[in-house]
């Protein structure tokens, strides 16, 4: 049962510890008839209430309280109970209803056996004199490097197994991480002489791997829940998944479409519909082995190859939030983001 206690006007500050008491998670969401969420009741909100001679359950209960609307992952919530110190979400819609309470003691702290590799050996040279001594993966947003927002995103949802490939300024990646034993992660280094692309550098990787394999670009930014994707790849029996998101394009121009000389219609700046590559893969250890050795081999280069040779490959679609911090401004964006 989640603890929840409906409220009305004659619910007294001691039945309301008593069902504090009764769940035993040190919190309580308080609802109304309708079950639209009022405030929450914590152990600490019962102590000053105590400390302060307070037994007005409307005045001890927090009516403020952080909530997350449903449909955000669960990545996402994690993320933010870690950023506020707290160990429960009140998850609402669009109406403040109530549709569930997320507890930081649910999560399922199981690591998992599956690898992920980044590709973290590119120049950045879109980003101009702030990749002039310094690897892109390793410029910082919020504090810290986006590779490590990307390590830690993979760990918190249960991934430790990882192994950077470098190229640029290695040396400023292999310092910084090191083992991974700070972070809680085990870190491992393909160190490419020369750039092998997105995807050359996975045929230096001389273990092979067990289980499937995720694979990111070393300067993505995402929320998404990556044991989700993980589970759609297994379950479709696939070789190669690539996450995939839809990318609308408005024409700025009106557009006329023509059958020979003859105008059939106009249609004024139309928006175009089209799926563009994340650059966050799941693939198996049979894809590693199309890749030739030592040779410049991108991801678009591999798709192709396994398509051709008519093996299973799958698209994963995602809504969440995703940026690709290739230019300034992209890295601008990210960092707006961050601060909201």
């Not at 603890?3 to 009305?8: E, N, R, S, W």
């Not at 004199?129 to 947003?141: R, V």
């Not at 927002?149 to 400023?172: M, P």
């Not at 090191?178 to 992660?185: D, I, P, Q, T, Y």
Request: proline share 3%; hydrophobic share 40%.
């Amino acid at each position: 049962m989640q603890p929840i206690i409906t409220l009305h006007s004659s619910t007294t500050f001691k039945e309301a510890v008593q069902e504090l008491d009764n769940f035993g998670t040190g919190f309580l969401a308080c609802v109304d008839d309708s079950n639209k969420l009022i405030g929450i009741i914590t152990d600490g909100d019962v102590r000053r209430a105590i400390l302060n001679g307070e037994t007005d359950i409307d005045k001890v209960v927090n009516k403020k309280p952080h909530t997350m609307l449903e449909g955000v992952s669960r990545a996402e919530i994690i993320a933010r109970l870690k950023e506020l110190h707290r160990r429960h979400m009140p998850i609402v819609d669009k109406s403040n209803t109530l549709k569930s309470i997320f507890f930081f003691d649910d999560i399922d702290f199981n690591t998992l056996n599956n690898s992920v590799v980044i590709m973290a050996g590119g120049l950045g040279s879109r980003l101009g004199e702030l990749t002039k001594d310094l690897p892109k993966p390793m410029i910082h947003l919020d504090g810290k490097p986006i590779l490590q927002h990307i390590i830690e995103l993979f760990r918190d949802q249960g991934f430790c197994k990882f192994t950077i490939c470098v190229n640029y300024k290695k040396e400023i990646i292999k310092d910084y991480f090191g083992s991974g034993k700070r972070l809680g992660v085990n870190i491992k280094y393909i160190e490419e002489e020369e750039r092998l692309g997105t995807a050359g550098a996975l045929s230096l990787i001389k273990d092979k791997f067990d289980d499937s394999f995720f694979l990111v670009n070393g300067d993505v930014i995402t929320s998404m829940d990556f044991r989700k994707l993980l589970n759609f790849h297994v379950s479709s029996s696939s070789v190669a998944t690539m996450c995939v998101r839809k990318y609308t394009h408005e024409v700025p121009y009106g557009v006329v479409n023509l059958e020979g000389d003859s105008i059939l219609n106009l249609e004024e700046k139309p928006c175009l519909d089209f799926y563009i590559n994340s650059g966050i893969y799941v693939l198996s250890q049979s894809a590693i082995e199309l890749i030739p050795a030592s040779t410049f081999f991108d991801m678009t280069d591999l798709f192709n190859l396994m398509n051709e040779r008519q093996m299973h490959t799958t698209a994963y679609r995602c809504s969440n939030y995703w940026i690709d911090i290739g230019a300034k401004d992209q890295l601008d964006k990210a960092k707006c983001d961050m601060e909201l």
